[in-house]
């Protein structure tokens, strides 16, 4: 069975706790430092599946999900983000995620943006092989951005 990519439904919300808690995750994240409660997390969650402006995808495989694709729409900007499930990693998936969701018709004559930090090694080869272009560096941070526009 292929890769399948949908929209994330209320059903998802412990499975995406679960990801969000993830050593890795939490480590790579720019957005955070620490584990998020079963509340903050549900509250999040929530507000991203009624959002008109940001969107939760879920990658499956084998009909076993695999990870999500975080899209979040600023100033006429997709700013995108992923995570893989820590036992899916390092197989393609985080790669064939983002082509097959940026490749999407309604995501056509955008523009992307997405922000790395610049020890994660995997994610920067990844938006990089994407065609994603480094824009700057956040000294401070060390966080890159990239952009592309299709």
């Known amino acids: 069975m292929p890769l399948t990519i949908r929209k994330a439904k ?5 499975k995406t706790f679960e990801w969000a808690n993830e050593k890795e995750v939490i480590t790579n994240s720019i957005e955070r430092s620490k584990k998020v409660t079963i509340k903050e997390h549900s509250k999040w969650f ?9 969107t939760i995808l879920i990658g499956s495989f084998n009909n076993e999900k695999i ?16 995570l ?18 940026i490749t999407k018709h309604k995501y056509k004559k955008k ?27 956040n ?9 592309l526009e299709t």
């Open 10 to 14: 209320i059903s998802d919300l412990l």
């Open 46 to 54: 929530k507000k991203y599946i009624m959002s008109t402006s940001s």
């Open 111 to 137: 523009i992307f943006k997405a922000r790395v930090k610049q020890n994660n090694l995997a994610s920067n080869y990844i938006f990089i092989k994407l065609g994603f272009k480094k824009k700057y560096t």
């Open 139 to 147: 000294q401070n941070k060390n966080i890159f951005l990239y952009r």
């Open 67 to 82: 990870g999500l694709v975080r899209i979040d729409l600023k100033k006429k900007e997709f700013f995108i983000s992923y």
């Open 84 to 101: 893989i499930d820590k036992k899916k990693r390092n197989k393609g998936f985080g790669y064939r995620m983002l082509n097959k969701v």
